[in-house]
T-cell receptor
Framework: GAGVSQSPRYKVTKRGQDVALRCDPI?????LYWYRQALGQGPEFLTY????????KSGLPNDRFSAERPEGSISTLTIQRTEQRDSAMYRC?????????????FGPGTRLLVL | QQPVQSPQAVILREGEDAVINCSSS?????VHWYRQKHGEAPVFLMI?????EQMRHEKISASFNEKKQQSSLYLTASQLSYSGTYFC?????????????FGAGTQVVVTP
């Protein structure tokens, strides 16, 4: 079956603009995770959902970042008033069940560049 | 808190062995190992759970020492395809259930 998909794959925006990054998890996967990955670093946890409920948003850097998963499937990560420091690879992952014993499958990521 | 991986990088000749370590300052419930090749998404290798057995993926195996709060990944008889960056992700028993903290990675280069 299809894996995790993300769109757009690349996004170039100007400082101050809002961006919305989309994640489509593996069909039937209950949990969805958002990470940010800087070049040469490991994924940095941002937030995650079980079904439509946001369980933990402690990794969101500030209140310009928000995420939703209204129907328990597709999720959107929104960054308002983007800044150059927001430039990074944003990755989404999903797992069949919830809990840290579950395998997380990563998507291809969205490369965000803020000019 | 982010786990610490060592070494940062290792260069191997095909057929050689290597060990990558992942240590946490907090009690662990699970350790996930991923391999990421340049420009690609991290690919799941294996997961080790508290009280579980040593795991294996092809000729790559891993162990989990709960008391020492660390895991080790063993690359045995390395192949060219083993090149990439290896990340460990840790889940804590009292942390948000499902949240993983990833280390900074260990870059592995296998040469002919």
């Amino acid at each position: 079956g299809a894996g995790v998909s993300q769109s757009p794959r690349y996004k170039v925006t100007k400082r101050g603009q809002d961006v919305a990054l989309r994640c489509d998890p593996i069909s039937g996967h209950v949990s969805l995770y958002w990470y940010r990955q800087a070049l040469g670093q490991g994924p940095e946890f941002l937030t995650y959902f079980n079904y439509e409920a946001q369980q933990d948003k402690s990794g969101l850097p500030n209140d310009r970042f928000s995420a939703e998963r209204p129907e328990g499937s597709i999720s959107t990560l929104t960054i308002q008033r983007t800044e150059q420091r927001d430039s990074a690879m944003y990755r989404c992952a999903s797992s069949l069940g919830w809990g840290s014993q579950e395998t997380q499958y990563f998507g291809p990521g969205t490369r965000l560049l803020v000019l | 808190q982010q786990p610490v991986q060592s070494p940062q990088a290792v260069i191997l000749r095909e057929g050689e062995d290597a060990v990558i370590n992942c240590s946490s300052s907090k009690a662990l419930y699970s350790v996930h190992w991923y391999r990421q090749k340049h420009g690609e998404a991290p690919v799941f290798l294996m997961i080790l759970l508290k009280g579980g057995e040593q795991m294996r993926h092809e000729k790559i195996s891993a162990s989990f020492n709960e008391k020492k709060q660390q895991s080790s990944l063993y690359l045995t008889a390395s192949q060219l395809s083993y090149s990439g960056t290896y990340f460990c992700g840790t889940g804590q028993p009292y942390d948000s259930w499902g949240k993983l903290q990833f280390g900074a990675g260990t870059q592995v280069v296998v040469t002919p």
